[in-house]
């Protein structure tokens, strides 16, 4: 089945540092790709999408490209901020349902 | 347009004892999902409703039921509770098309004691 992988931190940061986190996928089909970001208490919040091959979401100075050699959609941010303190979650949609990782805890420090 | 909605936010039952779970999707939405969050096994999908039919179910026991109304709102039960089940319950909506965006409601914390 689908299934999708991604490193699990935690990942601490200072301010202004660079952000990757990885992701890898497995599906039988070709499906969208999606990353969400949870705040604490909060639901689960779009970040971003891609819906094909070499296609790159961007929100908020998040990007991700939908590689389909590598089967990866890595998550990547030039400079974050504290308020990106979160939980992020990688997704492939396919046969209407998500799949998701295990998810990232990222945490910034001032 | 206001979001995805769920209630009750809160719950604590005890084991053995049954809940029913509410979402109102997003206006015009006719697609509802539900998932299972938990710490140990992460986001795990429930099943999807689209005009009131289940298109997709995940692997879980059949304590676990859902039904969509002909307003796209939705519920879901779980019949006999175990400690098991406590969780976040995460209610998402969408149009419907396959690979869609989901819109995520706040979820339902779930306790059972």
């Known amino acids: 089945g689908d299934s999708v992988t991604q490193m699990e931190g935690p990942v601490t940061l200072s301010e202004e540092a660079f952000l990757t986190i990885n992701c890898t996928y497995t599906?039988?089909?070709?499906?969208?790709l999606f990353w969400y970001v949870q705040y604490p208490g909060e639901g689960l919040q779009l970040l971003l999408k891609a819906t094909k091959a070499d296609d790159k979401g961007s929100n908020k100075g998040f990007e991700a490209t939908y590689r389909k050699e590598t089967t990866s959609f890595h998550l990547e941010k030039g400079s974050v901020q504290v308020s990106d303190s979160a939980v992020y979650f990688c997704?492939?949609?396919?046969?209407?349902?998500?799949?998701f990782g295990k998810g990232t805890l990222l945490t910034v420090n001032p | 347009k206001a979001g995805v909605t769920q209630t009750p936010r809160y719950l604590i039952k005890t084991r053995g004892q049954q809940v029913t779970l509410s979402c109102s999707p997003i206006s015009g939405h006719r697609s509802v999902s539900w998932y299972q969050q938990t710490p140990g096994q992460g986001l795990q999908f429930l099943f999807e409703?689209?005009?009131?039919?289940?298109?997709n179910k995940g692997n879980f026991p059949g304590r676990f039921s859902g039904r969509q109304f002909s307003n796209s709102r939705s519920e879901m039960n779980v019949s006999t509770l175990e400690l098991g089940d406590s969780a976040l319950y995460l209610c998402?909506?969408?149009?419907?098309?396959?690979?869609?965006?989901?819109?995520f409601g706040p979820g339902t914390r779930l306790l059972v004691l």
């Open positions: 599906a039988t089909g070709y499906p969208s």
């Open positions: 409703y689209f005009s009131e039919t289940q298109r």
């Open positions: 997704a492939l949609s396919a046969n209407y349902k998500l799949t």
């Open positions: 998402a909506s969408s149009t419907g098309q396959d690979q869609e965006t989901q819109y």
